[in-house]
């Protein structure tokens, strides 16, 4: 019986301020386990709540990696190899860098693995596992394996299931990293097939939270409201990503409630109407701004709002400016990142054109969104990290956290509370890190 171990790698010595209070059930290792016949043997590790035995033994390792995780995903690779076991590498940084990961693997998938992953294993078996494995087509998601929930450890579902109705994203935002891994098409699966995988998930965990992988849960609406009526009769809670586009759809949002939505992570990325358009996602209106907001919270639905700072339209006062915007609209639970360029987006591709890339975007380690990896045009990389540090801290404040609490509505705000206040000891961390006190007091953002 021949033995895979799969690894779903994380580097646990980074400093992430964003780290979840809960084990994550991760799909990917578990999705690709299911491809394998019944002969093979599967151990899967999650890094992200064990090490992995380094001396354990495997005919086959197969390794997913995110960028920020690479760099450590091509060290186990090394080391596996040493030891004489080919290893198969794949995920996110892979297939932007294909070229680069197989100089730590034997081969790589570029993309999702579905179609290609029997002509991969029969060259494995012929001993000619080797070189990049490109699917010519997307694959079907009708009738795809269900995934071996059977493998995760108890921690990961003790609080929460994921799983996944679609896949992709309609829209083709510079920043994002989604389409050029998923393609420029937004598939979806079968809602029965949903729906079995989720009561597949429940057979082995009490909890009724769910959290949807998908990239954008609303983006078909019809397709949306028919998996959101399923759901009903199921009584769970949930949350996932979605963008503003499903304000626009009073049903939609009215189901999206019903069915137990309960936090919604939305990607506002500006307030600037300019950086919008400039990054490809003009269909967001930024004087519609709290409408949307406002839409989601007359459904009783957490907002988990994402700002990105450092675009190209951003002057010092964007800090200040996008903060008072949070604190009076309510928005429960902020989320700042910088801009950052990813391999293979059309923003990286920009910035290298323009020059722009600092000598820091050489290192993979730093592409967690906290670090200024390129020239901003109106402030220095100094006073951008500075801002964004500052607004961090600002919304991490108690004061701050209970104010946004006030002016939100009271639908679901244990729930809010306790999201604030699990990143908020990670985020402090990493702010006393990278803002020592010999620099000073964070103060001067707020007052430029």
């Known amino acids: 019986m021949p033995k895979v171990l799969l690894i779903n ?16 059930p991760v799909l990917n290792i578990i999705t690709v386990a299911a491809l394998f016949p ?25 390794i997913s990696t995110l960028t920020l995780d690479a760099t450590h995903a ?9 030891r004489k076991m080919p290893v198969l590498m794949g995920g996110m940084h892979p297939t932007a860098m294909p070229e680069e990961a197989l100089q730590h693997a034997d081969a790589v998938v570029v993309g999702e693995a579905e179609e290609i992953f029997n002509r991969i294993l029969s060259d494995f078996k012929a001993d000619r596992m080797k070189g990049t494995y490109r699917s010519e087509k997307l694959p079907d998601l009708h009738r795809l394996p269900r995934p071996r929930y059977d493998l995760l450890r108890t921690k990961h579902r003790s609080i929460l299931h994921s799983v996944q109705a679609t896949r992709g994203c309609p829209h083709d935002c510079e920043f994002c990293s989604v389409t050029p891994f998923f393609g420029h ?54 949350g996932s ?21 309960i936090a919604l992570f939305i990607g506002f990325e500006s307030l600037s109407q300019a950086n919008l358009d400039a990054l490809h996602k003009s269909w967001v209106r930024a004087d519609h701004m709290r409408e949307y907001v406002n839409l989601f919270h007359d ?23 996008t903060v008072d915007f949070i604190q009076e609209t309510g928005i429960q639970v902020p989320v700042f990142g910088l801009l950052t360029p990813y391999p293979a987006t059309k923003l990286r591709t920009r910035l290298e054109k323009e020059g722009r890339l600092l000598p820091e975007a050489k290192d993979w380690r730093l592409y967690d969104g906290s670090h200024v990896l390129f020239k901003p045009i109106h402030m220095a990389p100094e006073e951008l990290e500075e801002g964004f540090l500052w607004a961090r801290k600002y919304c991490a404040a108690p004061r701050t956290i209970f104010g946004r609490m006030f002016r939100a509505p009271k639908a679901h705000w244990l729930t809010a509370l306790g999201l604030n206040f699990s990143m908020r000891a990670g985020r402090m961390r990493q702010i006393k890190e990278r803002w020592p006190r010999s620099k000073g007091r964070l103060i001067r953002p707020g007052t430029w």
Not at 38 to 58: F, G, H, R, S, Y
Not at 223 to 229: G, Q, S
Request: hydrophobic share 45%; proline share 3%; charged share 30%.
């Open 9 to 24: 790698a994380i580097d646990k010595s980074l400093l992430l301020a964003e780290q979840p209070p809960f084990a994550f």
């Open 38 to 62: 019944p002969e093979w043997k599967i151990e899967v590790i999650d890094e992200a709540i064990e090490a992995v035995n380094l001396d354990t033994d495997a005919n086959l390792v197969g």
């Open 74 to 82: 091509y060290e186990l690779a090394d080391h596996f190899r040493h």
């Open 185 to 238: 098409q937004y598939r979806l699966r079968p809602v029965k097939e949903v729906i079995a995988d989720l009561e597949t998930s429940f057979m082995e965990a009490r909890s009724r939270t769910v959290f949807f992988v998908d990239d954008n849960i609303g983006g078909r609406a019809e397709y949306a409201k028919e998996l959101f009526r399923a759901l009903i009769p199921l009584k769970i809670k949930w």
């Open 241 to 261: 990503f979605a963008s503003v586009a499903m304000t626009r759809d009073r049903e939609l949002m009215r189901l999206a409630s019903e069915s137990g939505c």
């Open 299 to 321: 459904n009783g639905i957490i907002v988990e709002g994402a700002f990105i700072f450092g675009h190209d339209g951003d002057h010092k006062d964007i800090f200040r400016k």
